[in-house]
C-alpha cells in the first residue's frame, strides 16, 4: 500500500504529515462540545442566587438542614424535574406527593424508595443510592439514611463521574452521614 492512503486528512480533506498536527485534528474531532454552563441543572429563578453557577452543578452535593429542610429540597429538586430530569427521594417515606407535586416536582418523573425493608443493612441502602446516581439526575436522600465512610467516598466518585447532583435533607452532623 501507497503511504498516501494512510495519510491523514484535515477537515479540508488536505494530507497532515508530522505527527502534532495529525494529534491536533484528533483533539478537535474529540473536543467535548459540552461548557460549564451546560454541566448545571436549572433551578426555580428565586433559588438562582443561592448557587454559584446559577444552577445545580452535575456531581455535586447540596445539603439542607434546618426548619423547612424538606420544602426546600424539594424546592431545589423542582427545578431540574420541570426541565424534564427524573429525580429520586430515597428513605424519606415523610415526604408526601401532594407537596412535591406543589412544590414543582413532575411526579410523572419521581422515583420514591424506601431502603427501611426487614433486614435491609447500610450498605444495602448505599447500593440504593449508588444505581440511582447516572441513572437518574436528582437523588434526594432522607436524614434517616445513614452510609459508612468508604460508602460516602464511593458515593462521591459516582457522582462526580455519572454527573447526578445528590440533594441531602437533614441533619450532615449525623455520624456516617458527611458527604461532599
Known sequence: MAAAEHAALTSEGEPVDDNRARLRLVADRVAPLALARERTLAV????????????????SVVAVDGVGATALALAVAAGPSAAGSWTAIVGDSSIGLVAAAEAGVALERLMVIDPSS???????VA?????????VDVVMIGSGVRLGPADVRRLSARLRERGSVLIRIGSVDAPGVDIG
Not at 119 to 124: D, E, F
Not at 127 to 135: M, W
Request: aromatic share 4%; charged share 10%.
Open 127 to 135: 447500593s440504593v443510592v449508588a444505581a440511582l446516581v447516572g441513572a
Open 44 to 59: 426555580l429563578s428565586p433559588l438562582t442566587p443561592l448557587f454559584p453557577e446559577g444552577g445545580l452543578r452535575r456531581g
Open 118 to 124: 426487614p433486614g435491609s443493612s447500610p450498605k444495602s
